[in-house]
């Protein structure tokens, strides 16, 4: 089971931080503010560990503690570096601290992408190792419950492409400053200005437009929002999921906690013919008829990026029109929502989102099937559950966006109550302060208890 | 990799434990980088540091604290300086007990341990 989380994990997470990081450079995103008032509260000459920090937003917000970098990313980890920050490269899940060390932890969108409870039990208790009696540890893990979104799975992938940032991120210059984003190089009517630049907007207008006319859009498309997405302050996250959201962003995962395993496989065994298959589909949301529906308005925003409340609900009215605008679907039929297919690579995508709803139930109950074995079950699958007429593949409709340079960040979205959950059945040694909902992520603030010798 | 960074490090080498402690420095290349002197901050730096691991990292520091040393500053620039302006860009970290080494490059150790190598 550790192996298949492992490997889930490197190719759903690891090797995508990897191969994207490049595009981090330029980025310029805020750090949110409740972190960084947590941060900031510390006392001066505190030693604070940023277990997750990526490119390092973080670092630097408190000059009076002293703050060490931690990432399992190497190359986001140099870009940290480059900026003067103090960092290392190592693993959540084997911190190679001594007890007691720092005085505060941060662990800021990142227990989200460890694939069992195990695992995540097991990343908390080793930052309260290494916490000082009394050091307080700050938790962000992304929400299932999304005000504008919604998960139908806790265990998602959600997509990254980079043709959309074709021209990057060096246009993302201006932080701070909301301007309108969309500057097409071509103008459409369905690219509506925003007046955040913070991107459920742009998105939502990008995304329309891309519907309602040829594919070929995607390079205006490309580095208009793009750009602006990340700028206002979300870390990296927001930005993967910002550009996830382009189309319609997430795919369901298969879980490999075994009490979710199980439950799938029960759930699967009737479900022999392919229309209660592909009703039960996961895949895109929100409704089943329609992968891309465009009838049911719903500003897009991730949890995570989506950041200043005030600045939302200025705009999300106007996301309601630019939805309810008569985009079409020529591009986007068939009634069966899908993933995407990928050629050649065989990895993901359109797997994903049929595993679990893989005839093939069969496969599924041999035990712990390795990450690789679920890849190809699931082509073979799929290949047998099309439908003749149905115009699927959503990748023919869009070569632009899904091709093969797309990845998928693998996330376990978590409940409302899961991570306290978590803490107050598996991780004792942690005393929980607070914990509430901000945008879109569900955050604890925990204690290291005394030690009771 | 600053020598305050060094102080926190320990090996997570299966079965290793509190042994881990210290890694042994060898430091190929090394660049002093100035930070600006605040002796309050250094001052509360000083009790969270242990000794004997910074005195084997860096043979320049004085056997134990002194006595008053919050207000002591030539104490306080001195380890203002070993702990926050020597920077290790090249060289190794080894964990006492296995013998495992982990590498520093440009100025960033790699603390990853193999599957086989870590307690799971």
Redesign the interface.
Known sequence: MDHAAAQLEKQHVHDVYENTAPYFSDLQSKAWPRVRQFLQDQKPGSLIADIGCGTGKYLKVNSQVHTLGCDYCAPLVEIARSRGCEVMVCDNLNLPFRDQGFDAIISIGVIHHFSTKQRRIRAIKEMARVLVPGGQLMIYVWAMEQKNRHFEKQDVLVPWNKALCSQPLSESSQPGRKKQCGHPERSHPYQPPCSACRCPVCFKGRRDSRRSHSVDRDSALAGTCCANISKEGEEENGFYNTLGKSFRSWFSSRSLDESTLRKQIEKMRPLKNTESWANSTISTQPSRHSSFDLDHPEPFSTGEQNLDEEVFVETSQKHLEWLRAPATHKHLNGDHPRGVRRNGDGNFLGSTNTRENCTDAGNLEEGTPSASKIWRRISAAESKDSNPGDTISVEEQQPDILDSGAFMRYYHVFREGELCGLLKDSVSELHILSSGNDHGNWCIIAEKKESCD | ??L??HN?????VRGVG?RG?PLRLQATEVRISPVEF?P??V???IP?V?WAALLEAADTVPKEPIQGYEHDERFLRKMHHVL?EVDVLEGTLQCPESGRL?PIS????????S?EE???
């Not at chain 2, 926190?8 to 997570?12: F, K, N, R």
């Not at chain 2, 440009?106 to 341990?113: A, D, K, S």
């Open positions: 990799m600053k305050l960074t926190l490090l320990s090996s997570h509190p402690f605040n309050d901050f001052a509360r730096m969270k242990e926050l982990f440009r100025g960033i150790p790699n603390m990853l341990l599957d870590t307690e799971t």
